[in-house]
């Protein structure tokens, strides 16, 4: 780009510029050196001139090669474009000295208009050509470096003012986060396995192939994997119900052809065959309910690897369907768990979180339990606030834990449940043990775990034998022979109470297996015998909210409970719970279920009233029906009779359950006989 084009973008006209007072301090050395080569550039301009006029093409050429031969000259040329006289207040501005000049104020510039020929601009343009850009005296090096001293100075203090700026935003806005407050990236196990191991470890050095790479949809909660069947829309959409006080009520929806598949699933259900199932998903391969029930089959085969990622392949077909206004991570999205088409979607989280929980992702684990419970946290149907708490312990967010207490322990009464009365404690504890937290924290928060702690056990005496019996300690005489820890202690608590005890320790014990932790709750256990001994009043007034409370555990409990499989929590569930059929799909679904579409009915005649001649012409046509429909009668004692046999068969299997539960082995006893022939049985 030549000068006269950049002059025009920057809007000055030639002799407008503004003069540089590092070209009016020429001694007279450079003076003379300057006439000198003034002197020369004539003489040459004077020889080729003839040359230009007669190739102006080649001097077009020869210019643009100068032009990008050195790209740094173009920032030289435009300050330095044009010559100009210096004027006498600007001579007596070179003359100054830098201290006066920074005392003494400064004179305002004048811009002087000096016409010039034709020839005058050439000669400048050649001068220019010639010449590098001039040394500046000694007075103004010392200016530049003051002003970049002022100019580095400035910007440190703006990186200061900026970097606490944006600390006090990052710790106000992390202090007025929700609590149930999600984050996309924590969705990612990768990432929480890249911290553990590194990139290197998780990706490793493949790289994809690109002529076979798919191209999907992206999504937060799950990664599509090129063996995954092509997705095409399976028939479920996502609409938004209405919208009140701030939150969106939306409701999944299923098309009439999935209506149509969901109807199969019921028969491959009923008919008791995994591959009717295994048959449907081939025709069609993002059936969500399909994809639940045939991930439980292949858990109970033992297959791990292909039942997570039929899960994840359920929760892409849900987030590929969601409502463009639907958030994650907002806590205003709200599903109704009394709707058939949500209840899988809850599922599908669920069981994905405990596939990672197992996969050792607990920071994950925890930020999908947290998006379940922020789906409903009201009503809770899958009862998350039994199980955040462990993996708020597994993956070390204590505080996390004790906020959520903190919090919600009025209105939603968590005081009275065991796994908070416990896992808080222990959250303060760990707390204490920290190295980064100040001594008066941290005999603060030791005080303050040894009160939850002895408040925990003098509320729930049952919890401490069963939790040091899978910890693998011997309790001491005194505590096992007191009566507040004895087996009478859970023999006269209710049902209820029961399970949630169970509940915790089956699912918590190993928490409590550190040396340290144990020393802990010893002490602390000793201090509650004393104050059992010394008739604390607190013991009989809690001993009244046991036999007041927990009479029934309602039905989510029941609901969180068969889906943990936890057999300290499932032995103790009651005979309604374990007499009526438990669908994976859909465990123990709710009394009041709002019903979008029904399934039609099926009209099974029943083969022992029918004769050979009507067996016949059903077998060439399936909708011949001589007899009629059923007698009401009949169907009644049909219905009852499956009911019976159906409770007979539970019990059954309850009876098993327990019985293979409570099967010890025992190894025969060998003597021990030294005087033996090794080659005996030789």
Not at 89 to 117: I, N
Not at 228 to 243: D, Q
Not at 471 to 482: E, N
Not at 639 to 655: K, P, S
Request: proline share 6%; charged share 30%; with cysteine.
């Amino acid at each position: 780009m030549s000068s006269r084009a950049l002059r025009r973008l920057k809007g000055k006209q030639r002799g407008q510029e503004a003069i540089d007072i590092g070209d009016l301090k020429l001694n007279s050395e450079e003076a003379g050196g300057a006439e000198l080569e003034e002197a020369k550039d004539e003489e040459l301009d004077e020889v080729l001139q003839p040359a230009k006029a007669s190739s102006s093409r080649r001097a077009k050429k020869s210019k643009s090669q100068k032009n990008i031969s050195n790209i740094y000259e173009l920032i030289g040329e435009v300050d330095n474009d044009v010559d100009t006289n210096p004027t006498d207040e600007e001579s007596v501005l070179a003359a100054r000295t830098p201290e006066e000049s920074r005392v003494s104020p400064e004179l305002p510039k004048q811009e002087t208009e000096t016409p010039k020929s034709d020839g005058d601009r050439k000669l400048n343009n050649k001068k220019k050509k010639k010449r590098k850009k001039k040394k500046a005296s000694a007075g103004d090096m010392q200016e530049e470096s003051g002003a970049g001293d002022d100019i580095d100075a400035l910007l440190e203090t703006i990186k200061k003012t900026n970097g606490l700026s944006h600390t006090s935003e990052d710790c106000g806005a992390s202090g007025y986060r929700p609590v149930l407050y999600v984050e996309h990236r924590n969705l990612n196990p990768e990432n929480e396995l890249k911290r553990y191991f590194g990139a290197r470890a998780v990706l490793g050095d493949q790289k994809p192939r690109q002529r076979q790479r798919q191209f999907h949809r992206s999504t937060w909660m799950t990664t599509p994997k090129d063996t995954w069947p092509r997705f095409s829309r399976p028939g479920i959409s996502m609409s938004l119900l209405e919208s009140k006080d701030g939150l969106q009520f939306f409701v999944f929806e299923h098309s009439r052809d999935y209506q149509q598949v969901q109807f199969k699933f019921f028969d491959a259900v009923e008919s008791m065959d995994p591959n009717n199932i295994v048959v449907l998903l081939q025709l069609n391969p993002y059936h969500v309910d399909s994809l639940l029930q045939l991930s439980d089959v292949c858990r109970i085969q033992e297959d791990q690897e292909t039942a997570r990622d039929l899960i994840e392949r359920a929760l892409y077909s849900f987030e590929c369907a969601f409502h463009p206004v639907f958030s994650l991570t907002s806590g205003t999205s709200r599903l109704d768990y009394r709707r058939p088409e949500n209840r899988a979607f809850y599922l599908a989280v669920y069981k994905h979180m405990m596939f990672l929980e197992k996969r050792g992702c607990p920071r994950t684990a925890l930020e999908y339990c947290k998006l379940i419970l922020s789906l409903d946290p009201d009503n809770d149907p899958l009862c998350m606030l039994l199980l955040i708490d462990f993996l708020c312990l597994r993956c070390r967010e204590y505080a996390s834990l004790i906020r959520l207490y903190e919090e919600w322990k009025v209105h939603r009464n968590l005081s009275q449940l065991p796994n908070f009365a416990f896992s808080v404690a222990l959250a303060c504890y760990h707390l204490s043990q920290q190295e980064e937290t100040t001594s008066d924290e941290s005999q603060r928060m030791k005080v303050k775990s040894d009160i939850m702690l002895q408040e925990a056990l003098i509320m729930f005496p049952g919890v401490l034998m069963p939790l040091l019996d899978l910890c693998t300690v011997q309790p001491d005489a005194a505590v096992s022979s007191h009566a507040f820890f004895g087996p009478k202690s859970r023999l006269g608590q209710p049902p209820a109470l029961t399970e949630l005890e169970g509940l915790y320790v089956g699912r918590c014990h190993s928490l409590w297996k550190e040396a340290g932790v144990m020393l802990w709750m010893e002490g602390n256990v000793r201090e509650v015998l004393k104050r059992v001994d010394s008739q604390d009043p607190l013991v009989d007034d809690c001993q009244n909210k046991r036999k007041q409370r927990y009479q029934s555990a309602p039905r989510s409990i029941h609901r969180h409970v068969l889906l943990s499989e936890i057999k300290e929590a499932t032995s103790t569930l009651p005979l309604e719970v374990t007499t009526q059929p438990v669908m994976s799909y859909d465990p123990l679904p709710p009394l009041d279920s709002i019903m979008s579409y029904t399934r039609p009915e099926r009209q099974n005649a029943r083969a022992s009233n029918e004769s050979t001649l009507s067996l016949l012409f059903r077998s060439l046509l399936p909708n011949f029906n001589l007899q009629g429909g059923q007698r009401p009668e009949d169907d009644l004692e049909v219905a009852r009779a499956g009911r019976e046999l159906n409770q007979e068969v539970n019990r059954l299997m309850v009876a098993m359950r327990d019985m293979l539960a409570n099967i010890q082995f025992q190894e025969p006893q060998r003597e021990d006989n030294p005087d033996r022939d090794e080659e005996e049985w030789d």
